[in-house]
T-cell receptor
Framework: GAVVSQHPSWVICKSGTSVKIECRSLDFQATTMFWYRQFPKQSLMLMAT?????????EQGVEKDKFLINHASLTLSTLTVTSAHPEDSSFYIC????????????FGPGTRLTVL | AQKITQTQPGMFVQEKEAVTLDCTYDTSDPSYGLFWYKQPSSGEMIFLIY??????QNATEGRYSLNFQKARKSANLVISASQLGDSAMYFC??????????????FGKGTLLTVNP
């Protein structure tokens, strides 16, 4: 199956700092990548859809200036949490759509962010 | 709007037995895809199986099969010969591509499966 990597797998930072999370499709080109947030014991919440070479589309209620998304190439999307605060602590997980067959989304292993 | 309903918050099964995880969906779009993902405690979302709305046969992948009943709008996951490593959260999801939706996935709330030895 298709492989998606995500880095870092966990990060602890101080309040007010910015954190960048990378999502890479390793063995396929992904024209579309997605960023999700997941709280404990809950389902995934879509934050934004990222298309290569264009601006990300954010879901209602997600602050685009807070969560900056860049999809610079067909294999890389980044999510930057700017001026992070404790309420931003969460599990962030990306996915990449493999458009060659069934449009299945393959997920990265996730990033656990803790803001002190 | 699309909706996925998983009515079983938790399920228990004995090792080596089969288990069915329920999923119903709602969409007005005639073209859609149905997916099941497994999320162990590590957090990674593992793709298990896919069923297209126009597929005539039920999808199968090893010990996983999808019982697709289009008229009932259900897409239950059947796991045969359960193993201890199957203990995880299972999510049913659906995607459509209409109105520029970009194949966004709509997820259910998940079912926590516990396999007992």
């Amino acid at each position: 199956g298709a492989v998606v990597s995500q880095h870092p797998s966990w990060v602890i930072c101080k309040s007010g700092t910015s954190v960048k999370i990378e999502c890479r499709s390793l063995d396929f080109q992904a024209t579309t990548m997605f960023w999700y947030r997941q709280f404990p014991k809950q389902s995934l919440m879509l934050m934004a859809t990222s298309n290569e070479g264009s601006k990300a589309t954010y879901e209602q209620g997600v602050e685009k200036d807070k969560f900056l998304i860049n999809h610079a190439s067909l294999t890389l999307s980044t999510l930057t949490v700017t001026s992070a605060h404790p309420e931003d602590s969460s599990f962030y997980i990306c996915s990449a759509r493999d458009g060659r067959g069934t449009d299945t989304q393959y997920f990265g292993p996730g990033t656990r962010l803790t803001v002190l | 709007a699309q909706k996925i309903t998983q009515t079983q918050p938790g399920m228990f099964v004995q090792e080596k037995e089969a288990v069915t995880l329920d999923c119903t969906y709602d969409t007005s779009d005639p073209s859609y895809g149905l997916f099941w993902y497994k999320q162990p405690s590590s957090g990674e979302m593992i793709f298990l199986i896919y069923q297209g709305s126009y597929d005539q046969q039920n999808a199968t992948e090893g010990r996983y099969s999808l019982n697709f009943q289009k008229a009932r709008k259900s897409a239950n996951l059947v796991i045969s010969a359960s193993q201890l490593g199957d203990s995880a959260m299972y999510f049913c999801a659906m995607s459509v591509n209409s109105g520029g939706s970009n194949y966004k996935l709509t997820f259910g709330k998940g079912t926590l499966l516990t396999v007992n030895p």
